[in-house]
């Protein structure tokens, strides 16, 4: 539902906009999330969704390298997404791509920076994994993902406020504040507990013992997962048919600029060599709506018109590493941009006429030569 953003009612968006998702086919983790996407994408009306599985130990290629360590192989699973020729012969191929990746994500966004891939959004499941956007801040400008949790949310349960105050007091206990994983080895079993006193609620005599014993107690354990509904700091949690929850909005992320000047494992150091922004990105929470702390910033940069004068360089995506960043760019010398647009490239000024040695002009100056130019008098 981030895909639009406000723009869920146009219908020639939906019947136009390409939708690429690139997934694995296993663990179920990766499989489900891009299958539910997918669904959600289709049941908004999008018409141009394709989705792109391979198995990550399977052989595509026959080369002797399994998919996901085969660069050659990944590669063509970015051009599939991203075909290199539309750069050239389609100004407006500018795809929405969900990647349900691990590792894969590298030479696919490799790949599309080398090909000029201009792209209108990019959720990928890596960008809230830690040990992946810390070695890939440069790259991360407008790239959106989801979890369970972010400490935006304020969710409680019958010993806590927020996931925060109960990092805090952990971290008052054990000298450890801890993050996402620490949270979830609370919640989780406190929603097992929850779930048990949920399936046994109307019997006189819960017997949970003995039917976690036995395969006809474990499934009718399971079934009755289908019908929890509990809250927890996670919030609402209730299971879906892909046995996700979806008792909320998920928390659902995007790096955004920031204007607070303080840092940490998820904001971006201003202005370094491997930032080439002069702002601090930080992992902003918008959505679900309710505990959103910032708007969705749908379509990114490649995907909105330059000014007059200006034209989309996707050279520039072979200089920075943020696929997402802007690429507009001032027109050459004796070139034009009459109006905004998503160009590829500006107008050659007509015969006769020049930009005066000008860069990023809008029109082109007619010289005659018996008239004094101006500045002359």
């Known amino acids: 539902a981030q895909l639009v953003n406000t723009n869920n009612n146009n219908n020639n968006l939906k019947a136009t906009l390409p939708v690429r998702i690139v997934s694995r086919t ?20 999008f018409q141009n969704v394709q989705r792109l599985s391979f198995d990550p ?8 390298v399994v998919n996901h360590r085969d660069e050659r192989f990944l590669r063509t699973v970015a051009d599939a997404a991203c075909p290199p020729e539309t750069t050239s012969d389609n100004d407006d191929y500018r795809p929405a ?3 349900c990746t691990r590792t894969e994500q590298d030479v696919l966004l490799a790949r599309w920076r080398e090909t000029g ?13 830690g040990w992946w956007y810390n070695d ?6 407008d790239i959106q993902g989801a979890g369970q949790w972010h400490p935006q949310f304020d969710y409680s349960d019958r010993y806590f406020d927020s996931g925060v105050q109960m990092l805090e007091t952990n971290a008052d206990q054990v000298g450890y504040l801890g993050g996402y994983d620490m949270l979830v080895s609370y919640v989780a079993p406190m929603l097992a507990a929850q779930h048990l006193q949920q399936a046994y609620r109307v019997l006189d005599v819960p017997t949970p013992a003995e039917d976690i014993q036995t395969a006809e107690g474990r499934e009718v354990l399971r079934r009755r997962m289908l019908d929890l509904r509990v809250d927890t700091l996670f919030g609402p949690v209730q299971f879906n048919e892909y046995q996700r929850n979806n008792g909320r909005g998920s928390a659902a992320i995007q790096w955004q600029p920031d204007s607070s ?12 060599p491997d930032n080439p922004y002069d702002v601090t990105l930080k992992s902003a929470l918008v959505s679900p709506d309710v505990q959103a702390e910032a708007e969705v910033r749908i379509p990114s940069a490649p995907a909105l ?16 590493r943020a696929l997402l ?11 034009y941009a009459a109006q905004p647009g998503r160009r590829l490239e500006c107008d050659a000024c007509p015969s006769g006429t020049s930009s005066e040695s000008r860069v990023g002009v809008s029109n082109c100056t007619a010289h005659d030569d018996n008239l004094l130019s101006a500045g002359m008098l």
């Open 57 to 64: 130990d399977g052989d595509d290629d026959d080369n002797g």
């Open 261 to 272: 000047s303080s840092s940490s494992s998820s904001t971006t150091d201003a202005a370094t």
């Open 117 to 129: 891939c201009l792209v209108t959004s990019l959720w990928l499941t890596a960008a809230t994994w």
């Open 136 to 141: 890939n801040l440069d790259a991360v400008l």
């Open 325 to 335: 960043g802007p690429i507009c760019d001032a027109c050459p010398v004796n070139t």
């Open 97 to 99: 791509l969900f990647l």
């Open 305 to 320: 018109p330059c000014p007059a004068g200006q034209f989309h360089n996707v050279s520039i995506l072979e200089e920075q």
């Open 26 to 45: 296993s663990s179920e983790f990766f499989a489900s999330t891009c299958a539910a996407a997918a669904a959600e994408l289709q049941g908004l009306g």
